[in-house]
């Protein structure tokens, strides 16, 4: 078998301690990949030394959610063993300068060997998803390894939006930074979101990082309010701005490929919108909303273009690894079971539940998306 699932419901440190120790004495165990939920409470002080105590490599992240057994939870631990050793390395300081982080990704495509690794290899990222330096990752990413083997992954933490150490590496924790695992697996991967245009295109004529200022040269919230107040019929006056603002994100056009989705988090003090990743100044985006049906849809979808990229036999047994936006469970509530089932159909899936996905199906250009679902398809080389 490729993978196998150990899920532990508590959450506790202690609990997800005893599991990893045992798996770290198997000899037919050669990684552990833990996805942990948020809700679990960790902190460095109690999982530091279970991390650093373990021989087997170890990797992974701390989310607002993990998906097992075909739901979303908010407690546990999900422990995926690897029959094949990874190559872990770890990035940090994100939110520092753009340079530091484009030689740290140099020095690890270098160690690795980017251009003669194998050509089979899928490449799984985990980053701090509220560190401001995720667009300079990603783009480094790029440059250094190529889209000849595909890069999947997602943004950790919290849902509270409040900065803490929440990636899990042999080290123990870590905050503002990034992961890099590289899997000997080949994979087929698939991206698709199911949100809609409901608006003309607008040029973000002022943008700093991830604060969208001024769409056409007005006060971004002012124009953002009156488009989505008129489409829905709901005020900001009377609704918390997350509750209304999750139905209705932007989309930015890339030519021939998915519209990348950008999610307003929060209004800033001079009617900024905060959004999840960056915008660029310049470039153009049109109001997005969709429905619980199109977003269910679009997870079929992603599953379907998966199987059609993957470079092997897709009836055969792997391993499905979803990453999917926490956004798209706050808006599909008691439907999310079925946005499982439908990007799962009828494979064992696996995954998290982030703040952003990150994404390149082997042909299209690698990014940092919102509010979308991303499947893997894994399977031993």
């Not at 990229?309 to 956004?327: K, V, W």
Request: contains cysteine.
């Amino acid at each position: 078998a490729l993978m196998h699932q150990r899920y532990e419901p508590s959450g506790s440190v202690s609990a997800f301690g005893r599991m990893a120790v045992e798996l770290d004495g198997r000899s037919d165990v050669h990684g552990l990949l833990v996805l942990a939920c948020d809700g679990n409470g960790w902190t460095r002080e109690e999982v530091d030394p279970v991390l650093s105590g373990l021989r087997t490599p170890v990797f992974g992240g701390i989310f607002p959610q993990v998906i097992f057994d075909g739901l979303n939870r908010e407690r546990g631990t999900l422990v995926v063993t690897l029959p094949v050793h990874p190559r872990i390395a770890v990035i940090g300081g994100l939110s520092g300068p753009a340079r530091e982080t484009e030689t740290q990704v140099e020095a690890v495509a270098d160690a690795w060997g980017a251009e003669s690794a194998d050509p089979y290899g899928t490449l799984l990222v985990f980053v701090d998803g509220l560190s401001s330096g995720i667009a300079t990752l990603v783009q480094s990413l790029f440059f250094c390894f190529g889209l000849e083997r595909n890069l999947v992954g997602g943004g950790a933490g919290s849902l509270s939006f409040r900065k803490a150490p929440c990636l899990i590496t042999p080290e123990g924790l870590v905050e503002d930074g990034a992961l890099l695992a590289h899997l000997p697996f080949r994979s087929g991967v698939g991206v698709a979101h199911g949100w809609t245009p409901v608006s003309h295109g607008m040029k973000v004529t002022e943008a700093d990082r991830n604060v969208i200022r001024t769409l056409d040269w007005r006060p971004a919230f002012q124009v953002y309010r009156e488009l989505v107040e008129a489409h829905s019929g709901r005020s900001f006056d009377d609704t918390p701005f997350f509750d209304l603002a999750k139905g209705y994100p932007f989309g930015i056009n890339r030519l021939g490929a998915e519209v990348v989705v950008r999610d307003p988090l929060m209004v800033d003090d001079a009617q900024g919108l905060v959004c999840v990743g960056e915008v660029p100044t310049g470039s153009f985006v049109k109001l997005l909303h969709g429905t619980a049906d199109s977003l269910i849809a679009a997870a079929g979808r992603a599953t379907e273009l998966a199987k059609a990229s993957a470079p092997f036999n897709t009836e055969s047994h792997h391993t499905a690894l979803f990453i999917d936006c926490i956004s798209r469970v706050l808006f599909l509530g008691d439907r999310m079971e079925q946005e499982l089932a439908a990007a799962a159909a009828g494979r064992p899936l696996f995954g998290a539940l982030t703040l952003g996905e990150i994404a390149n199906s082997g042909r299209d250009y690698l990014e940092f998306y919102n509010k979308t679902a991303v499947l893997a398809l894994l399977a031993e080389s």
